[in-house]
Nanobody, 118 residues
Framework: QVQLVESGGGLVQPGGSLRLSCAAS????????MGWYRQAPGKQRELIAS???GVTTNYAGRFTISRDNVKNTVYLQMNNLKSEDTAVYFC????????????????WGQGTQVTVSS
């Protein structure tokens, strides 16, 4: 059973920073493509950044996605946050649960709320 557990969300003032974490289990993490998405009220879920196996850090403007294949954790560092960044942030994994029957499936975390407000 694949579990993706996000943490680190909360309330932050405009211009502030937050780091989200997503701890993964039940998946071959080192081979998985990991991603962060967000969904604001009334809007579609959108991709913020993703990171493939073999890459440790990717930059996407004010956001940086990174991964630790020892801790099976992916991070999203968010800097200079704006009110429009307010959303539920979701961790996504595209990978296999076994080597023997290797098949790429899509998995989602439960989401963590980020609110940017003064």
């Amino acid at each position: 059973q694949v579990q993706l557990v996000e943490s680190g969300g909360g309330l932050v003032q405009p211009g502030g920073s937050l780091r989200l974490s997503c701890a993964a289990s039940g998946i071959i993490f080192s081979r998985a493509t990991m991603g962060w998405y967000r969904q604001a009220p009334g809007k579609q879920r959108e991709l913020i950044a993703s990171i493939t196996s073999g890459v440790t850090t990717n930059y996407a403007g004010r956001f940086t996605i990174s991964r630790d294949n020892v801790k099976n954790t992916v991070y999203l560092q968010m800097n200079n946050l704006k009110s429009e960044d307010t959303a539920v942030y979701f961790c996504n994994a595209k990978g296999s649960t076994t080597w023997a029957n290797y098949r790429i499936n899509d998995y989602w975390g439960q989401g963590t709320q980020v609110t940017v407000s003064s």
